[in-house]
């Protein structure tokens, strides 16, 4: 079998090798070109070498897909025609070196070199590399610019047109390591501002388009690459056009101005109107007030490698007259930009947030428009890079896009403001407080952050909206601000502790750091009001969709409510009678502390006789066991154990002793006195359950809607689940989320916990959204350090 035949040796181009020989004996394909080398180096000899000091700051290029190496006789030092490189046509596979045609009849037309293998290069990728080298530098730069096309970024409803940064870069048609400046354009439409831009960077092609007709040929947002001047060329919407959705068009100009490096004004009129210095002196106050605090934050946000200049870019006035002289002509020794500044001032406008303006005219006899002197005042600002340096076109689209979520959304016609070109009211947010009419002052889509709403001026109080906040006196004197809410029950109460003190002491006013620190119905009379004792008011403002500031939790109707549906559900799986149930776990949640409890009283202390389930028990007021109804049928006071001096029920023996006088000691009255109170109210709990045995089984919804607390939404409002839009039946039960007062079904609302500021201290029925949320989320506004007002 014969040998295998290389590549070389059939004269075909098996792609460049490494002429270096240094690491890899001259077998490794070849990955740079070394100009001061004179070789082709693969990966191996390329770091070898350039690891001597001397050879270290060689100029290398990394091999692209085509590559044609230049001629090594006429690069080398002793090359027959020095500084004029000649590209390769062949390699002598034996001398190793690469021809071009005049070098290859020179050194091996004769002799034994005539036989020597040869490598032809790819004749067609030569010739296009001779001719690209034959060409002038204006031809070069005009085919590197024959296959750029324009697209649209952002559509005339601030939509961007790009799904992500890939796209962008795969659009714009440049490398995604390639470092970028961004040029826009503005001006009235009808000015030639798509035309300005295809002549100064394009030689005229029609890259963004143009039209003879009278509508706007520029909807939305186009963007080109430009590969000469490596920019990223923006072209915009002309100004003072009927276009519908003008407020949103306007305020994108602004956007595309923040991320530029560039700013062409064009206009075309023979002197320099008032709407050029107001439209650039409201861009400079708008983007000072609203977009340099974005572009900070966009950076630590983004985690961006180029920090995006709080200054903004340089702006270059291209104003093209036909009748007149230019600005400035009449007056040699006085500046344009003199002039510009000085009308200006006089407009009352500042243009701070430009890093500079310059003024570039051109007086137009005959046409066309001669735009080689802006080309030349753009190519010497582009070669600036003090304030706003290159960056890779990642950046760009990061910064696009982040100030397209913050600054989005309709703008209502009744907030158009024509004093201005950007008012406040294009990036602010459109919120306004129920109460007062005041708006919030924040950016817009602030919420998305986590940030609440903020007003400059303070609210009124409204009887509707009743938004007023009460926080702790003792705590505001310490220095701190702490906000209390009223409700039923203290947090250290049980639930049906809580509901009993309520009904026998009012309400309460809880502190997290004080502790109770009011009740309503404390004393018989006299009680004050708590604003002027233990509470500090203050009015805040009413934002739609917040509810931080209800204060009123009246929800102990429905917390009974949810205590007998619960003991209704207990009842039905035990097959117990439902008002025995219900008056056996009453007493034993209110029950006195000496009381003996009813799941443990099996038969009568005295008889001894079982108790059945629908057996009554009954306990002693004097001993505190458990006797059926014969052996407990006799009454007396007890007041040693806090029963006043009514006759209540006892046993026999504590009858029969009713003139012995119980050692009771004073801790043991202090904790009977806590609850006896609960005690009292829940005998007549119990006895009017006793008298209408079957209450229970009356349906809960006939009495919701007059125990709902007021943040619920009604039931007949609900038909459908308000996460999963499950439509409610009889087979699918509707609940409420005691945190929102939303509607949802059990599997959408099964979690527990407690709402302190709603008035549910204990774990309480919430929705899958709301049990997310962290802890201080329900917290009131004033807990908040008062960030509403």
């Known amino acids: 079998m014969s040998a295998q035949t290389s590549p070389a040796e059939k004269g075909l181009n098996p792609g460049l090798l490494c002429q270096e020989s240094y690491t890899c004996s001259g077998t490794d394909e070849a990955v740079f070109e070394c100009d001061e080398c004179c070789s082709l180096q693969c990966l191996r000899c390329e770091e070898e070498l350039h690891r001597q000091e001397r050879l270290r700051n060689h100029e290398r290029i990394r091999l692209k897909a085509g590559h044609v190496p230049y001629c090594d006789p006429c690069k080398g030092p002793n090359g027959h025609s020095p500084g004029m490189k000649q590209r390769a046509v062949v390699r002598c596979q034996t001398c190793k070196i690469n021809l071009c045609l005049e070098c290859q009849k020179r050194t091996h037309s004769g002799g034994s070199k005539r036989r020597h293998p040869v490598t032809v290069y790819h004749v067609a990728k030569v010739q296009e590399l001779l001719e690209e080298e034959g060409m002038d530098e204006e031809t070069k730069r005009k085919k590197m610019t024959e296959k750029v096309v324009s697209f649209l970024l952002v559509d005339e409803n601030e939509e961007i047109q790009v799904t992500n940064e890939e796209d962008f870069i795969r659009k714009l048609d440049c490398k995604p390591d390639q470092h970028l400046k961004v040029v826009s354009i503005f001006g009235n439409t009808g000015d030639g501002k798509s035309h300005t831009l295809n002549h100064t960077f394009f030689y005229g092609r029609e890259v963004f388009k143009t039209s003879p007709a009278q509508e706007s040929c520029t909807v939305g947002v186009w963007a080109a690459y430009d590969p000469v001047h490596k920019v990223a060329v923006i072209d915009t919407e002309g100004l003072l056009g009927a276009t519908v959705n003008l407020s949103q068009r306007t305020r994108l100009l602004l956007k595309v101005l923040a991320i530029s490096d560039l700013v062409i004004y064009r206009t075309h009129a023979d002197r320099l109107h008032n709407d050029l210095f107001k439209f650039l002196g409201d861009a400079s106050e708008a983007y000072l007030k609203h977009f340099t ?385 609960a005690r009292k109210v829940g005998e007549a709990v119990q006895n009017t359950l006793g008298a209408v045995v079957t209450a229970i089984d009356i349906p809960l919804g006939l009495v919701k809607d007059a125990a709902r607390p007021a943040y619920w939404v009604p039931d007949h409002e609900i038909l459908h689940c308000h996460n999963c839009r499950k439509e409610f039946s009889v087979k699918l039960s509707k609940h409420h989320c005691r945190a929102c007062g939303q509607g949802f079904c059990d599997e959408c609302s099964h979690d527990r916990r407690a709402v302190p500021s709603r008035g549910w201290d204990h774990p309480v029925r919430v929705c899958f959204n709301c049990n997310k949320k962290p802890a201080g989320t329900f917290m009131t506004v004033v807990t908040r350090k008062r960030l509403l007002c």
């Open 293 to 677: 605090k974005e572009l900070k934050a966009t950076t630590a946000r983004c985690g961006l490698d180029v920090p995006l200049s709080t200054l903004g870019p340089a702006v270059i006035i291209f104003h093209e007259t036909v009748h007149t002289q230019l600005l400035g002509s009449d007056h040699p020794s006085e500046v344009p930009e003199k002039l510009i500044q000085d009308r200006f001032r006089k407009l009352g406008r500042f243009p701070e947030a430009f890093s500079s303006i310059h003024y570039k005219g051109t007086r137009t006899y005959n046409p066309p428009t001669d735009f080689s002197g802006l080309r030349r005042a753009l190519e010497q600002q582009l070669e600036n890079n003090t304030t706003r340096s290159p960056r890779h076109p990642g950046v760009i689209f990061k910064a696009l896009k982040a100030l397209s979520d913050r600054f989005s959304g309709e703008i209502p016609d009744d907030q158009m403001a024509h004093s201005s070109f950007f008012p406040d009211e294009y990036f602010t947010c459109s919120s306004l407080c129920l109460s007062c009419g005041a708006g919030c002052k924040n950016s817009m889509n602030h919420g998305k952050e986590g940030v609440p709403h903020e007003a400059k001026s303070r609210c009124r109080y409204s009887h509707q909206y009743d938004n007023r906040v009460f926080t702790c006196k003792a705590c505001y004197e310490r220095g701190n601000e702490v906000s209390v809410v009223p409700k039923t029950a203290a947090s250290t109460d049980s639930p049906w502790m809580g509901l009993a003190k309520y009904a026998w002491s009012g309400y309460v006013i809880e502190c997290p750091n004080c502790g109770v620190v009011y009740r309503s119905r404390q004393y018989w009379f006299g009680n004050q009001d708590p604003v002027d004792t233990v509470v500090r008011t203050e009015i805040v403002h009413v934002w739609p969709g917040t509810d931080g500031f209800l204060k009123d939790n009246n929800n102990a109707a429905q917390r009974l409510l949810d205590g007998m549906n619960f003991m209704a559900q207990s009842v039905s799986e035990l097959s117990l009678g439902p008002t025995k149930a219900v008056t056996s776990w009453l007493t034993d949640q209110i029950a006195p502390a000496y009381w003996r409890p009813n799941s443990q009283i099996l038969s009568c202390n005295k008889c001894a006789t079982s108790f059945k389930d629908n057996d009554t028990k009954h306990h002693c007021r004097a001993c505190g066991e458990g006797f059926c109804d014969s052996c407990s049928s006799k009454t007396r006071p007890v007041p040693e154990r806090g029963w006043g001096p009514a006759p209540v029920r006892v046993c026999d023996n504590c009858y029969e002793a009713r003139n012995v006088q119980l050692a009771v000691t004073e801790a043991q009255a202090d904790d009977e006195g806590g609850t006896l109170i």
